[in-house]
């Protein structure tokens, strides 16, 4: 009767582990059926491109001869850049002008110039035309626009990095720093 027992029970052990099995799979099959539906919404909206730039491109920028002493100083002397479009009839609205680099320190104000230049210990901030300095990665306020030229104004001037503490911290030389824009029609 031992060896019949020991057979039982082995039996049973057996008939309770794949009942408890099955039981296992068939609760976690059904705990939390996946029920629902979910929507998608697509939105958006189209408009004509009013405006076309007419610059040359790339838009350039020369300081020519500049002293180390002024710009340690006080900076250069502002150039004034310009943004031309050309807007269709049916153009009357508002842009904004972002500028967008990833060599910009100081609060994303300052535009570095590259690894290739000459001169260091400087870099160029872009104030619009009421002088509000730029902040790379953000648009500017807007500028209403209308049909046929429109001229948006930038100024640029170099000046000192803060970190810039002597003289002999900007380095001599050529320099050049690039940045892309983009325009947000509104």
């Known amino acids: 009767m031992l060896k019949n027992d020991k057979k039982y029970n082995a039996k049973n052990r057996l008939r309770i582990l794949i009942m408890s099995f099955g039981i296992l799979l068939f609760n ?14 697509v939105t958006g909206r189209i408009l004509e491109q009013p405006c076309i730039t007419i610059n040359d491109d790339p838009i350039i920028v020369d300081f020519g001869t500049i002293t180390n002493k002024d710009i ?69 306020v807007s500028v209403p626009i209308s049909a046929g030229p429109n001229n948006i104004k930038f100024y640029s001037y170099v000046i000192k990095k803060s970190s810039t503490l002597q003289l002999s911290d900007i380095a001599l030389g050529t320099f050049e720093a690039s940045a892309t824009f983009q325009i947000i029609y509104e």
């Open 28 to 41: 976690s099959a059904h705990a939390a059926p996946a029920t629902g539906n979910g929507e998608l919404v």
């Open 72 to 140: 340690f100083k006080y900076s250069s002397m502002r150039q004034q850049f310009v943004i031309a479009l050309n807007c269709d009839i049916g153009a009357n609205g508002s842009v904004r002008v972002q500028f967008n680099s990833s060599n910009v320190s100081e609060n994303n104000q300052l535009l570095n110039v590259s690894p290739q230049s000459q001169a260091s210990g400087i870099g160029i901030k872009i104030e619009d035309e009421s002088g509000n300095i730029l902040t790379f990665g953000q648009r500017t």
